[in-house]
């Protein structure tokens, strides 16, 4: 199983990235997605999260910010960050996750840098 996270870099606060998750060695379709971040001294948290049918859920400090999203033909998951601020810098973590079977899996993580 493989999670390579991408999109990740330096951006001026206010501005945009949209990070990128692509999944091999699961049925990505069936599993439930999660970005998560950690910021240096923090301990990590979810950010924002979409099940296999597309339900979405986000973190109050994100909502209305961000969009996750999820290509089943593409394996992938996005995340789609707008408006950023300095305190969303941290790495971010793409998860897949199917609580039913006990199955969860991380990606590397991909840095993002919010400067002010």
């Known amino acids: 199983v493989q999670l390579q996270a991408s999109g990740g870099g330096l951006v001026q606060a206010g501005g945009s990235l949209r990070l990128s998750c692509a999944a091999s060695?699961?049925?990505?379709?069936?599993?439930?997605m999660g970005w998560y971040r950690q910021a240096p001294g923090k301990q990590r948290e979810l950010v924002a999260g979409?099940?296999?049918?597309?339900?979405?859920n986000y973190s109050d400090s994100v909502r209305g910010r961000f969009t996750i999203s999820r290509d089943n033909a593409k394996n992938t998951v996005y995340l789609q960050m707008n408006s950023l601020k300095p305190e969303d810098t941290a790495v971010y973590y793409c998860?897949?996750?199917?609580?039913?079977?006990?199955?969860?899996?991380w990606g590397q993580g991909t840095l993002v840098t919010v400067s002010s």
């Open positions: 979409i099940t296999s049918g597309g339900s979405t």
């Open positions: 998860k897949a996750d199917r609580r039913s079977a006990g199955r969860a899996y």
């Open positions: 060695g699961i049925i990505f379709n069936i599993y439930s």
